[in-house]
């Protein structure tokens, strides 16, 4: 019998994407906001103006994160911690593990189907700017 996956799609990217710029505006910073499908692919990348270079990866780097593990960055970077059972996490995956907040896996009626990832601000300002993202299409689904 075949699977079937659920994913974010790129109208839900979009509309995701324009709620974490509200709320980056809000906050008055510039920020990069990624969002990833459920198999961590890049489904769309917001870079507003004056957002920095180096947040880019950044902002990818904790959406891909977030899926891989199916946990918040933030979540993880407390197990990261030296004595804690993730410790050296970030070294896995060839490096392309971002531990520190902003990243959160995006659930719909119990299923995990993408992730979103931001950077720009403090870790509780990308966390902000992030779950704004995610309630964007949890509130209201499209899928």
């Keep these: 019998m075949p699977r079937t996956l659920s994913t974010l799609t790129l109208s ?3 509309q995701m994407l324009e709620a974490g710029e509200a709320k980056a505006a ?3 910073i510039p920020y990069n906001i990624a969002v990833v499908d ?3 692919a890049l489904i769309a990348f917001a870079r507003q103006d004056g957002a920095l270079e180096g947040s880019i990866d950044l902002a990818i780097g904790k959406a891909k ?3 891989m593990f199916n946990k918040t960055t ?3 970077a407390e197990l990261a911690q030296p004595g804690g059972p993730l410790f050296g996490i970030e070294q ?3 490096g392309h593990v971002v531990i520190f907040g902003g990243g959160l896996p995006v659930t719909i009626d119990d299923q995990i189907v993408g992730a979103v990832g931001t950077s720009a601000g403090s870790i509780e300002q990308d966390i902000a700017v992030a779950e704004a993202a995610v309630a964007a299409i949890t509130t209201n689904p499209t899928s």
Excluded: I, P, V
């Design 38 to 40: 459920a198999g961590g």
């Design 74 to 76: 933030e979540f993880l």
């Design 26 to 28: 809000n906050l008055g």
């Design 92 to 94: 896995s995956n060839g």
């Design 65 to 67: 994160t977030a899926r």
């Design 12 to 14: 839900d990217a979009k």
